[in-house]
């Protein structure tokens, strides 16, 4: 899977990890199931002791959205979001990932259902911080859609704060042998660190 390398390079830190998956579209994972699924992961988790409690939660690309709509009105979170995408309205708009919006929310529009219904419905209650990391050269991602997201953010009353990493590309960011890993790493440190961690970090 695309995380396991960074998974790996976080344990090899020290950091607790789990690294929740969902099910693919064509086994029954589209919207919003994918998301049922994420939430019920995170929910299992924090079952499992203080140490999954209060983690920093981690979402790239397209995960950022099921992130945010697994939180959303569940209590506040520690948020690192690795170049998301996860205002669909916009994504849709700009075609990011050539058509993989309408793809995931197939069944829902179909069924007479709009894309702004898939949105995540994110406010600051359920959020204690959020840094957003951008790959400054990101294929995957424009940039337009980073500063709407942005705005659209801060319109729900959530400021996140936003670190550019200049020359990187859309899987850079999760690559541990790429320098623009380094930026997310010291970002993750800075979130856990906020956090107590008995036993460890997480």
């Not at 259902?113 to 406010?123: S, V, Y």
């Not at 850079?172 to 660190?193: G, K, M, Q």
Request: glycine share 10%.
């Amino acid at each position: 899977m695309d995380l396991e390398p960074l998974a790996c390079a976080l344990v090899e830190l020290g950091y607790r990890v789990a690294v929740v998956e969902y099910r693919p579209c064509w086994d029954g994972g589209a919207w919003p199931t994918a998301v049922h699924d994420c939430r019920d992961s995170l929910r299992a988790l924090a079952s499992q002791g203080e140490h999954w409690e209060d983690a920093v939660l981690v979402g790239h690309s397209a995960g950022a959205h099921l992130l945010l709509s697994a939180v959303a009105g569940s209590g506040a979170a520690s948020m690192l979001l690795l170049a998301p995408v996860a205002e669909l309205e916009r994504a849709a708009a700009l075609d990011v990932g050539k058509g993989a919006v309408a793809g995931f929310l197939a069944a829902h529009l179909a069924s007479g259902g709009g894309i702004a219904d898939a949105t995540p419905r994110i406010t600051a209650r359920d959020v204690e911080s959020v840094t957003v990391v951008a790959a400054g050269c990101d294929q995957a991602v424009p940039a337009e859609l980073t500063d709407h997201q942005q705005l659209w953010l801060e319109s729900q009353g959530v400021p996140a704060r936003l670190v550019q990493v200049a020359g990187a590309r859309h899987m850079h960011l999760v690559n541990p042998d790429r320098p623009a890993h380094r930026t997310v790493l010291r970002e993750l440190a800075e979130l856990a660190s906020r956090i107590p961690a008995p036993g460890g970090r997480r």
